[in-house]
C-alpha cells in the first residue's frame, strides 16, 4: 500500500497527469453542484417536461456562448408578467359586473436579431361568463398593430407566429413582421421599447385577467434548449454525477472481482483455475452490446440493471488472463510460503497475501476503463436504452441524433455532451496512462 | 515423397495442425453453443420466447381459418373457441406445454440452426419476415464496411508502430504518445465530429447511408458511390482505434528490442530491416495475432453503434430498429448471430495462430 501511496505521489511529475486531474476535479466539482443544486427529483421532474414545465423557453435555441463572440446579438428570451413593476394595469369598474381592465407589457428589445417567436399566455379568473380581451402590440415608432381579440378560457395562449392573417396583414412571418423596421427592404429588427397592451372586459363582480408575454429567444442558457423546449443545462448538469457514478462503480466492480477471481483460480489450481479458464473462454465470446440489448428491451431500462449487468458480464473478463500472468509467480514466493506455515488460511493467503502485491498493477488499468463504462453508458443511450428517467449525456446525444441536429445545423446539440464526455475520457485516460508508466516499470524507461 | 525425411516432418505437421484445429473447432462450437443457450436463459426469463412462439401460432392459426370460407358463416364465438383449441392443440404439438427444461433446448436447436421464426415487425428488402433471411441480408452490408476498417488499424498500427520504435523520442512519438488518450473515445464519438465537418459544415461527403439514393445501376458507380459513404465510418474506425494500438504495439516492440538476443543480433551487424523482421516481428508474431483477435472482439461491439450514427444497412442498425419496434425475435437472433461471429473470429485467428506458432506446429504445449 505504501508502494501505491508514492506512485501517486509520482504524479506530480507528468505534466499530462495534473492535466487530467485538474479534468477530474473540474467534473466532480460539476458533479457535486448538480447534486446540491438541482435535487434528483427536481431534475428528473423537469427532464421529464411535463406540461407548463417548459412554456417560457425556446425551442431549439443556441446556447447563450454565441452572443460572447464579438458582433453576435442574438434574441434571448425575455418573459415580461403582468405582476412585474414595469407592467401597468388599471381597471375601472363600470357597473356591479362590469369592468374594463387595461394592461400593458412593455418590452425592451436591445437584439440585432429577431425573436424565435412571440407568445401570449393569459388567464383568466372567471364563474360562468368568459372575460374578453383585445392584444394590440405599439411599437417604438409610435405604430400600433392589433393582433387579437378573444373571449378568454381559464388558460390561453396567443401564438404570434401561428397568427396566419397577421402574417399575411405584416406582408412577412408575424413575429417578424412586429419587430421588423418599417419602409426597407431587408429584415432588421427594431431596437426600442415595445408595449403589448391587453384590453379586457370582466363580465363578473370578481373577475381578473393575468397575462405573460414570453419573446422568445434564439440563444438561451448556457447549453441551449433542445426540441422539447427543455434547457439543456439541466442534462448536462446532471450527466455528471451520472457518468461519474457509472464508470467508477462499473470499473471498481468488474476489476476487483476479476481480480479476486482470478486470485482464486491461481491459488487452487487445478480444476478451479481449468473452470475459470474456460468461463473466461465462454465471457470472451458472449457479444456485450446486443446481450445488453436484449436485456434493456426484455426487462429494465434502469441504468443500475445495466451496471449491475455490465459488471456481471465483467467479472470474467480477459483481464483475468492478464492476472493470473502476473500472479503465478507470485504464488510460489517465500513470503507465502512463509504465511503457510504460520497457518494462513486458502482465503486468508488469497486476499492478503496474492491480491495486494498486484494492486499497484490494477489500479492504472481501473482508472483507465472508467472512461470506457461512461462512454458505453452513452453508447446504450445512443441505442434507445437509456435510462427512462435520469437525464444523461447520452439520452441528449440520442435526442439530437433523433431529430437530425447535425443535418439541421443544431451543432451546440451534440457538441455540449460530445465535449463534456470528451472531457471526462481525456481526464481519466491521462491520469490512468501516467500512472501506467509509474506502476510499470519497464515501461519507465522509455 | 513420402519416404523422404522431409516429407515425413510435413506429414506429421499437418496432422498435428489437423488435430489442433479439430481440437480448437469442437472446444469453440461447446462455447458457442453455452453463450447462446445461456441468450436463451436470459431472453426467456420472463417467458419472452414463449410468447413469440405463442403469437406465432395465434397468428397462423388465424390465418387459416379466416381462408376457410365455411368457418365464416359460425357465429363469432364459435369461431373464438375453435381458434382456442387450436391454439391448445398447436401449442402442444409444438411442445409449449413441456418443461421449460425440455423448451428450453428445443430453442437451443432452434437457435443454433438459425431458425429464429418470424420477425413482427421489421422485414428484409425483399419483403420477407424470416429472421434468418432478414439477418444474412444483413451481414455483407456490415462484413464490407469492418473487415477493411480491421485490417487498415492493424496493418497501420504494426508497421507505423516499428516506424516509431525505431524513432523512439522523436516528435512523432511523442506525438502519438500525447495522443493516446483520445482512443478512450469509442469510434462512433469521432464519427459525429467526422459529420459534423465533412458532412454538415464542408457539405463534401454524405451524412450516412451505403449507397448514394436511387442507387446507380452500372457496377462501377455503384462501387464508387459505396466508397464514397465508407470514407467517414472508415475514418472514425481508423481515428478511435489507431493512437492506442500505435502506441501498444511500440512500447511492445521497443520491450523486444531490448531482449539479449535481438541485442546481439545487431552486434553481428545485421541491418534494421533484417533484424526487424527475424528477431523482433517473427518471434512476436503469435502474441500479435492474438491481440488482434480481441481488437476484433471489441470493433465488432463498436460496430453496432458506428452504424446507428452512420445509417450503415448492417447488422447493427438491424438490432437498433429490432429495439425501436419492439421485435422480440429479431433481438434473439442478433445475439446468437453476433456469437456467431465472435466464435468464427477467434476460431480463425486460433488456426493462423496455430500455423504461426511453432509450439503448436510441432506439437509442443507451452508452460
Known amino acids: 500500500m505504501r508502494n501505491l501511496r508514492t506512485g501517486l505521489k509520482e504524479l506530480r511529475h507528468y505534466p499530462s497527469a495534473i492535466v487530467g486531474l485538474a479534468f477530474i476535479a473540474t467534473l466532480v466539482a460539476l458533479a457535486l453542484y448538480a447534486v446540491i443544486a438541482l435535487p434528483l427529483d427536481d431534475a428528473i421532474r423537469l427532464w421529464r417536461a411535463g406540461e407548463g414545465i417548459w412554456e417560457d423557453t425556446p425551442r431549439n435555441a443556441s446556447p447563450v456562448l454565441l452572443n460572447w463572440w464579438p458582433g453576435n446579438n442574438h434574441a434571448e428570451t425575455i418573459v415580461v408578467r403582468c405582476s412585474d413593476e414595469a407592467a401597468t394595469r388599471s381597471m375601472e369598474r363600470l357597473s356591479d359586473d362590469f369592468a374594463i381592465i387595461d394592461i400593458s407589457l412593455p418590452l425592451e428589445f436591445t437584439y440585432d436579431g429577431f425573436p424565435d417567436d412571440v407568445r401570449v399566455f ?36 396567443y401564438v404570434v407566429s401561428g397568427d396566419r392573417r397577421l402574417a399575411e396583414r405584416l406582408g412577412t412571418e408575424a413575429h417578424i413582421g412586429l419587430f421588423r423596421q418599417p419602409d426597407i427592404e431587408d429584415d432588421v429588427p427594431l431596437k426600442g421599447r415595445y408595449e403589448l397592451s391587453v384590453e379586457g372586459i370582466l363580465f363578473e363582480p370578481e373577475g381578473d385577467v393575468r397575462v405573460r408575454l414570453v419573446s422568445y429567444g434564439r440563444v438561451h442558457g448556457l ?116 504465511a503457510r506455515a504460520y497457518g494462513a488460511g486458502n482465503f486468508r493467503i488469497v486476499f492478503r497475501y496474492l491480491i495486494p502485491r498486484v494492486i499497484p498493477v490494477i489500479v492504472p488499468q481501473l482508472v483507465t476503463l472508467i472512461p470506457s463504462y461512461v462512454f458505453l453508458e452513452a453508447t446504450l443511450a445512443l441505442l434507445g436504452l437509456g435510462d427512462p428517467l435520469l437525464p444523461t449525456w447520452g439520452k441528449v446525444l440520442q435526442d439530437a441524433f433523433q431529430q437530425g441536429a447535425l443535418y439541421k445545423g443544431y451543432y451546440y446539440w451534440v457538441l455540449g455532451p460530445a465535449l463534456l464526455l470528451m472531457f471526462t475520457g481525456l481526464g481519466f485516460a491521462m491520469v490512468g496512462f501516467a500512472l501506467d508508466r509509474i506502476f510499470n516499470p519497464r515501461l519507465r524507461e522509455l | 515423397m513420402n519416404d523422404s525425411p522431409l516429407g515425413k516432418q510435413w506429414g506429421r505437421t499437418l496432422r498435428r495442425m489437423g488435430w489442433y484445429t479439430l481440437r480448437r473447432s469442437v472446444a469453440l462450437f461447446v462455447t458457442v453453443v453455452i453463450g447462446v443457450y445461456l441468450t436463451i436463459l436470459i431472453a426467456n426469463m420472463g417467458g419472452h420466447v414463449d410468447e413469440i412462439r405463442l403469437a406465432q401460432i395465434r397468428e397462423q392459426v388465424g390465418a387459416r381459418m379466416m381462408a376457410d370460407e365455411q368457418l365464416q358463416t359460425l357465429p363469432s364465438e364459435v369461431i373464438r373457441d375453435l381458434m382456442e383449441r387450436e391454439v391448445q392443440l ?48 444483413r451481414l455483407p452490408a456490415t462484413l464490407i464496411l469492418f ?41 462512433w464519438f469521432y464519427g459525429i465530429f467526422l459529420i459534423l465537418i465533412f458532412a454538415s459544415v464542408l457539405r463534401v461527403l454524405p451524412f450516412g447511408g451505403m449507397v448514394r439514393t436511387p442507387p446507380p445501376e452500372q457496377t462501377l458507380p455503384y462501387v464508387l458511390s459505396v466508397l464514397r459513404h465508407m470514407v467517414l465510418p472508415l475514418g472514425s474506425m481508423f481515428i478511435g482505434g489507431i493512437f492506442i494500438s500505435l502506441y501498444y504495439w511500440r512500447t511492445f516492440f521497443l520491450i523486444h528490442a531490448s531482449e539479449d538476443y535481438v541485442e546481439m543480433a545487431r552486434a553481428k551487424g545485421l541491418s534494421p530491416g533484417q533484424i526487424e523482421r527475424r528477431y523482433i516481428l517473427r518471434p512476436t508474431l503469435p502474441t500479435i495475432v492474438t491481440s488482434f483477435a480481441l481488437s476484433v472482439i471489441t470493433l465488432w461491439m463498436g460496430s453496432i453503434i458506428l452504424e446507428i450514427v452512420f445509417n450503415w444497412p448492417g447488422l447493427g442498425r438491424l438490432l437498433f430498429e429490432a429495439i425501436g419496434l419492439f421485435d422480440t425475435p429479431v433481438i434473439v437472433a442478433s445475439v446468437v448471430i453476433y456469437a456467431y461471429l465472435l466464435a468464427l473470429t477467434v476460431f480463425l485467428l486460433d488456426i493462423i495462430y496455430a500455423l504461426l506458432d511453432p509450439r503448436v506446429r510441432a506439437g509442443h504445449q507451452g508452460a
Open chain 1, 122 to 157: 393569459l388567464e383568466a379568473d372567471y364563474e360562468e361568463r368568459r372575460p374578453h380581451a383585445a392584444l394590440a402590440w405599439k411599437t417604438p415608432d409610435g405604430r400600433e398593430i392589433e393582433l387579437e381579440e378573444r373571449t378568454l378560457g381559464e388558460r390561453a395562449t
Open chain 1, 223 to 338: 447549453a441551449g434548449t433542445d426540441h422539447r423546449r427543455r434547457d439543456l443545462t439541466v442534462a448536462l448538469l446532471w450527466g455528471a454525477p451520472v457518468a461519474l457514478a457509472f464508470g467508477i462503480l462499473a470499473a471498481l466492480g468488474s476489476t476487483l472481482t476479476t481480480l479476486v477471481i482470478a486470485a482464486v483460480g491461481v491459488w487452487f489450481g487445478r480444476w478451479v483455475d481449468a473452470v475459470i479458464q474456460r468461463l473466461t473462454e465462454l465471457n470472451a465470446i458472449l457479444p456485450v452490446l446486443p446481450l445488453l440489448v436484449l436485456i434493456g428491451t426484455l426487462y429494465s431500462r434502469s441504468i443500475w440493471v445495466m451496471l449491475g449487468v455490465v459488471i456481471a458480464l465483467g467479472v470474467f473478463s480477459l483481464g483475468i488472463k492478464v492476472y493470473r500472468a502476473m500472479l503465478l509467480p507470485v504464488r510460489n514466493a517465500p513470503y507465502i510460503e512463509a
Open chain 2, 90 to 137: 398447436e401449442s402442444r404439438r409444438l411442445g409449449l406445454d413441456r418443461p421449460f427444461i425440455v423448451r428450453s433446448f428445443l430453442y437451443l436447436r432452434n437457435a443454433l440452426t438459425l431458425n429464429l421464426g418470424r420477425a413482427e415487425h421489421v422485414t428484409s428488402d425483399t419483403g420477407s419476415r424470416q429472421v434468418r433471411l432478414i439477418i444474412l441480408e
Open chain 2, 147 to 187: 473487415a477493411p476498417a480491421q485490417l487498415l488499424v492493424f496493418l497501420v498500427s504494426i508497421f507505423g508502430a516499428l516506424f516509431l520504435s525505431r524513432r523512439y523520442g522523436s516528435v512523432l512519438d511523442r506525438a502519438v504518445i500525447a495522443l493516446t488518450p483520445t482512443s478512450t473515445a469509442p469510434a
